[in-house]
């Protein structure tokens, strides 16, 4: 089953703006993770933030986890035209064998 | 270099026939997964498995088939019993853990002709 829900569907931003990405999920989780893919790629991890943690950085990532809301958000500072992708999240499915529950993602879209 | 490969990227099946997709990692990752994706739809989760000889369904494994025999190898079979096969697959592997990243491969897309 689908937990994770990615709003907006489609972002489109210029290069030097920031793009943020939000991810509401249904159940208890023990982490959220977000992934993006490259358009007919295989998905590529980016961050992992454990339900005790609040706020994460990497580089010009930063995530947020808010656990009361069932919510997180993922924060692109300083975008390129590189940075175009679909970005997902992604939570632990429980009982599935640590299988990740995506989904729907959102398509960014940056523009030089 | 560590990694887990999928082949082959691109694939054509007919009506009535059975495909097998190979999933290969040298990872060393006991849980292996396949996912379906659909246009502009997120991952849905097919078959996994947590050890060698063991594999569990998720949640749309109605006309999918799974083996497990070596720890590096998760093949998955699209049979003639999956009415909509064409879509792209991903396989993906992780450690045991619930703290664990996951590995994807590069997909395989097929299309169904």
């Known amino acids: 089953s689908q937990q994770g829900e990615e709003d907006p569907q489609a972002l489109s931003i210029q290069e030097g703006e920031n793009a943020t990405m939000n991810c509401s999920y249904k159940?208890?989780?023990?982490?959220l993770q977000w992934y993006r893919q490259n358009s007919g790629r295989g998905l590529v991890h980016l961050i992992l933030?454990?339900?005790?943690?609040r706020e994460k950085h990497s580089g010009r990532l930063r995530v947020t986890l808010d656990t009361s809301k069932k919510s997180s958000s993922l924060l692109i500072t300083a975008s390129r035209a590189a940075d175009t992708a679909s970005y997902f999240c992604a939570t632990d499915a429980g009982n599935s064998g640590y299988a990740l529950n995506f989904g729907k993602g959102t398509s960014l879209l940056v523009t030089p | 270099d560590g990694g887990i490969t999928q082949s082959p990227k691109y694939l054509f099946r007919k009506e009535g026939q059975n495909v097998t997709l190979s999933c290969e990692q040298n990872l060393n990752h006991d849980a292996m997964y396949w996912y379906r994706q659909d246009p502009g739809q997120g991952l849905r989760l097919i078959y996994y498995s947590q050890i060698v000889n063991d594999f569990q369904k998720g949640d749309i494994a109605e006309g999918y088939s799974v083996s497990r025999e070596k720890k590096e190898s998760f093949p998955l079979t699209v049979t003639s019993a999956q009415k909509n096969p064409t879509a792209f697959y991903l396989c993906?592997?992780?450690?045991?853990?619930?703290?664990?990243?996951?590995?994807f491969g590069q997909g395989t897309r097929l299309t169904v002709v």
């Open positions: 993906a592997s992780r450690q045991g853990t619930g703290l664990a990243e996951a590995f």
């Open positions: 933030i454990r339900s005790n943690e």
């Open positions: 159940t208890s989780i023990n982490n």
